[in-house]
């Protein structure tokens, strides 16, 4: 500790052995550093914010919604300080009175585009900031020219948003109707050319995949016809041969005729034997005879005669028997005019493979035209009824929130920090210099220290002892010394008083 004490007065001594200098470096310095601190000119800085309403209940129903228009908000941002803009601004404001050659006018944009910035706050506000610093201006003007720059640049991003997009939205409108009239014309030529080779070649309409596709279609229902016709046809062989296994007539007690007496000799025959009589009784060998008698009689007359009634299940299944034959004509119809539809498609393909493949041609041509055409036309209805919607709705809802002012005070350089960086600066560089300049002499300023250079140890020193003369004179210079640093600080006081002076003037 003692060791940082020693070489702490070793430097301050050291300084002040050769304050002179120090001073002196010291004014020159500051003097110096003022003299550019006052030559910076004071920039003037001018903010707004604007507010854009991206939320709209009709655009987003329609599809048309926050996020195509957000799209757009970011591309105006991004092309709000373009040389086209910056040119609209330096021809609006003072700027551009020296301003007569294309050369002047892209120093003078590319100098203006530094001086501004648009930042985006969040999703829906920006922030224009224009800083404005001219050396060939005033304080008064260089502010005035920050507020009017802003100004212009919230009037920039207004047409941008507004005017600009209805007359780009016209402009599209305009060259989609240009296009749709070349293509109406296409698809109008495209559909004659089809009706025409349609007409010429009615079997080959729509090309191969058309024809494969009826071929397959025709093959299919043959097959599904001839699957129907084998059922029906066993259908109809199986009621055919249930109604040659059923009786015209049905014979009853009451109906009368042979058959009838018949069936009642038959059924007394059946009562006799169910009584247990024996074959030699007289009773059953006689009902025997007359059952005999009667079947030959109604044998001589071929089973017809008056008697029975008519069978309903035979008039029942003859009906259906003249059903199912009309049913099995109609699918025999119907399969021999599918076999010939096939052959027909067949030998119109061996017959003329070169139309097959114009027809194939002409039906994706004219495919290919009316879906540019469907797309073409839905594109302009949409263009359109986003900008009906733009222009009733307001669909951007634009707001400046904090309005351009004239600045007051200036954004830079801060002057007062800048003046007491450079004393500070001024008065370390002298002392500094003196300090640096004692390194290199051959004094010390302590015992100790001659002592650790020389390696022996130091007996005593003597004092310095000043006559009156002497005492005298170094008062003089000491006062000298507290003159030249008295006015170094109030120079320093000076100045920042004067730049406070000019800040309450602007304001």
């Known amino acids: 500790m003692n ?61 048309i919604g926050s996020a195509s228009r957000a799209r757009d908000i970011d591309r105006i941002r991004q092309t709000l300080v373009s040389s086209v803009n910056l040119e609209k601004v330096v021809r609006a404001t003072r700027l551009g009175d020296a301003v007569t050659t294309p050369a002047e006018m892209e120093t003078a944009t590319t100098k203006l585009g530094k001086e501004i910035a648009v930042e985006s706050q969040g999703e829906n506000i920006f922030e224009i900031t224009v800083t404005i610093g001219r050396s060939d201006f005033s304080d008064r003007e260089n502010a005035e020219l920050a507020q009017t720059v802003a100004q212009r640049m919230i009037d920039i991003f207004r047409e941008e948003n507004l005017g600009g997009a209805r007359d780009e939205m016209q402009q599209s409108i305009a060259f989609l109707n240009e296009q749709l009239a070349e293509r109406e014309a296409e698809l109008a030529k495209a559909e004659q050319e089809r009706l025409a080779f349609e007409a010429a070649n009615p079997d080959l309409v729509g090309g191969s995949a058309a024809i494969a596709s ?75 005879r007359t059952v005999e008698n009667l079947r030959a009689t109604v044998q001589r007359n071929g089973g017809a005669g008056g008697g029975g009634t008519l069978n309903p299940a035979f008039t ?35 017959r003329e493979p070169g139309a097959t493949a114009e027809a194939q041609r002409i039906s994706r041509d004219y495919d290919v035209l009316r879906k ?32 351009p002012g004239t600045p007051r005070k200036p954004a830079a350089p801060n002057r007062p920090l800048l003046l007491l960086g450079v004393l500070i600066v001024g008065l370390g560089a002298g002392a500094a210099t003196a300090f640096a300049l004692s390194k290199l002499g051959s004094t010390f300023a302590t015992a100790s220290q001659l002592e650790r250079e020389i390696g022996l140890p130091v007996i005593g020193t003597v004092s310095h002892v000043f006559t009156p003369a002497g005492r005298a004179l170094r008062a003089r210079r000491l006062k000298y010394f507290a003159v030249g640093v008295g006015g170094l600080g109030l120079l320093f006081v000076i100045l920042m008083g004067l730049e406070f002076v000019q800040r309450g003037l602007m304001a």
């Open 372 to 403: 540019r055409y469907d797309d073409l036309l839905n594109d302009r209805e949409q263009l359109r009824l986003r900008g009906d919607v733009e222009s009733e709705n307001s669909a951007i809802k634009f707001e400046v929130i904090d309005p």
């Open 214 to 288: 009826q071929m397959s279609a025709a093959r299919n229902e043959l097959r599904s016809v001839e699957a129907d016709l084998a059922a029906a046809q066993s259908a109809l062989a199986a009621l055919r041969g249930q109604l040659a296994s059923t009786p015209r007539t049905i014979v009853t007690a009451n109906s009368g005729g042979p058959q009838a007496a018949l069936a009642q000799a038959e059924a007394n025959l059946a009562a006799l034997q169910a009584r247990g009589l024996t074959p030699e009784h007289p009773d059953l060998m006689a009902a025997q």
């Open 3 to 63: 060791h940082l004490l020693e070489e702490a007065r070793a430097a301050l001594w050291a300084v002040w052995n050769r304050r002179w200098l120090a001073l002196g470096i010291a004014w020159a310095i500051c003097l110096l550093g003022w003299l550019a601190v006052a030559l910076i000119p004071n920039s003037y800085e001018s903010e707004t914010r604007i507010f854009i309403q991206l939320d709209d209940v009709l655009a987003e129903q329609i599809g």
């Open 316 to 350: 029942s299944l003859q009906s259906m028997l003249v059903e199912r034959e009309a049913n099995v004509q109609a699918l025999t119809s119907r399969a021999a005019a599918l076999r010939s539809e096939i052959a027909s498609i067949n030998s119109s393909l061996a």
